[in-house]
């Protein structure tokens, strides 16, 4: 299980931490054994001065799919919100650190959604940004509904998480959600590059800075939790039932 997210310290990037989705064969659909390992590294960034910037990065083709259905269905069945996901995005707010994230291909549901906290975003020209929560019958997640009409206005958020429209890499970076285009192959040496940049920086003005940057992190939390509330509640209604038993027929 552990090994679905690769975390190092790779030696040509000072620095950097780098946390790779590595479950190709469910295009890194993420679980609650990857949730804390990512939470756990995360954490552990913040108390080690040798990671000054911690970096995301996917596999060939995809970064994430989101969340493992299994995981939302066995919530729908009377766990009610997996506490997992609410850890990492609260370590990821938090993250007292820069964060980068490195995206090829698909990224859906929180593959979408944990941009938004991301300092940088770099995206392979083939990417494609989509968040199907009200397809299933949920609601936005990760505190997006209040930091992506902040960045993208009312109807680019809109279309990206209520009505599930998908975003291509030139899309997603006209509307602020992502900071560079390029090709695939380019993808993770771009993205590692970036946060050994940032690695290099005086560590305090950086933090300062980033903090001024970011504003409020109390806010996004409070918002987060009040989407979970009402994700915990559709989990469990009919209505997101019918649609997890039919995406699962597909």
């Known amino acids: ?6 975390v190092e310290q790779p030696p040509a990037y000072p620095g950097v931490q780098s946390i790779r989705f590595n479950r190709p064969e469910k295009k890194n659909a993420i679980t609650r054994a990857m949730y804390r390992r ?15 910037a911690t970096a995301f990065l996917g596999t060939e083709g995809c970064f994430s799919a989101g969340n493992d259905l299994n995981d939302f269905l066995t919530a729908a069945m009377g766990d009610g919100m997996v506490t997992e996901i609410i850890d990492f995005l609260y370590a990821l707010v938090n993250a007292e650190k820069p964060v980068v994230s490195g995206v090829d291909g698909l990224a859906i549901g929180i593959g979408t959604t944990i941009q938004l906290h991301c300092d940088l975003t770099i995206a392979s020209n083939r990417s494609q940004f989509r968040t199907p929560f009200v397809d299933l019958a949920l609601v936005p997640e990760a505190g997006s509904s209040l930091v992506a009409p902040r960045l993208m206005g009312h109807q680019r958020a809109f279309a990206l998480l209520a009505a599930g429209e998908a975003f291509s890499a030139a899309e997603a970076r006209e509307a602020g959600l992502i900071w560079k285009i390029v090709e695939p192959g380019e993808v993770d ?55 997890f038993e039919a995406f699962m027929r597909r």
């Open 38 to 52: 990512m939470t756990d590294a995360l954490n552990a960034a913040n108390a080690n001065p040798d990671i000054r």
């Open 1 to 6: 299980m552990t090994d679905h997210i690769v």
């Open 189 to 243: 040496a771009t993205t590692l590059a970036a946060a050994a940049r940032l690695a290099a920086k005086p560590p305090e003005a950086l933090r300062i800075a980033r903090d001024l940057i970011r504003g409020d992190r109390g806010e996004i939390i409070a918002r987060i939790d009040e989407e979970a509330r009402h994700f915990s509640a559709r989990l469990k209604s009919a209505e997101a039932r019918a649609a």
